[in-house]
């Protein structure tokens, strides 16, 4: 959930309090870089468009540091997804802050945290919330974590190890993983499906370039293998696209529910998209 209130909340008339440590922000990037590093598909949704509409199809919602929360908004639209099967994940301090219609001050009480939000984790609003929770309500989970986001952004590049993140999204929403095996987390992969046509789209991006020292990215050649939304489609053909070349054909063979395509030698950025026939 990407939050412009919270944002909002750390500026002052000269600027951000402090650039190099905003909260939201880099807890949101952080959270965003891991999954694409972890091939797991996720979106990031506006939080003036947080609404049970839009959270259909959704298993998982992850709070990076969301400071500004409403209870309207807890109460109307969280807590009746959560009770229908959602998972909520609180992802450092959460719901500290009253919205705009209370000038986003501070909230007051022991939790540091908006009272509907203390009860939709079963947990009194007088008492400081633990590093840690995990909270049945209904059908659905509440979970709170450190901002693993957030220490994941500030941490080196180099440095970085998705473990704890990964840690969170396996245990909690292990459907939406995209590869089973070991694909390089340089490697960010994506795949859409037309409603209208039943085409399918492959993307993949190759990051695998060190700042400073590469000048383009390193190549990386590619076996892709597809599940398929179900046994007995035909796959009419695969196009490769690359930027400055002219479309290619792939060779493709399906078995079962797998469609694997040729190999193909990825530079920078390739897209693969699949006719679905009857």
């Not at 959602?86 to 802050?97: F, K, Q, Y």
Request: hydrophobic share 40%; glycine share 10%.
């Amino acid at each position: 959930l990407y939050s412009p209130e919270s944002q909002l909340a750390a500026m002052t008339p000269g600027g951000t309090v402090d650039f190099a440590a905003q909260r939201h922000a880099h807890d949101l990037i952080g959270w965003g870089t891991a999954a694409s590093e972890l091939h797991y598909q996720y979106e990031v949704l506006a939080q003036w468009n947080l609404s049970l509409g839009t959270l259909t199809g959704i298993d998982l919602l992850v709070l990076p540091s969301v400071e500004v929360l409403s209870g309207k908004t807890v109460n109307q639209v969280l807590r009746p997804w959560v009770e229908a099967g959602g998972t909520l994940v609180l992802s450092g301090a959460c719901g500290g802050r009253h919205d705009a219609s209370g000038g986003h001050a501070r909230v007051d009480n022991g939790a540091m945290m908006q009272r509907e939000l203390c009860a939709l984790l079963g947990m009194s609003a007088e008492r400081p919330c633990p590093e840690r929770v995990d909270a049945g309500v209904g059908e659905g989970r509440v979970v709170v974590v450190p901002a693993l986001g957030l220490s994941y952004y500030q941490t080196e590049p180099n440095e970085r190890e998705p473990d704890a993140i990964a840690e969170v999204l396996d245990a909690l929403c292990p459907q939406a993983r995209l590869v089973g095996g070991n694909l390089p987390r340089e490697l960010e992969v994506a795949v859409f499906r037309s409603p209208s046509t039943g085409a399918i789209s492959l993307d993949v991006a190759n990051l695998d370039m060190r700042p400073g020292i590469d000048e383009a990215p390193r190549p990386h050649p590619l076996n892709l293998r597809l599940l398929l939304p179900r046994e007995g489609l035909n796959v009419d053909s695969a196009l490769l696209l690359r930027p400055g070349e002219p479309p290619e054909r792939l060779g493709v063979t399906v078995d079962g529910n797998v469609a694997s395509l040729d190999p193909i030698d990825l530079e920078s950025y390739a897209s693969v998209v699949l006719t679905i026939g009857p």
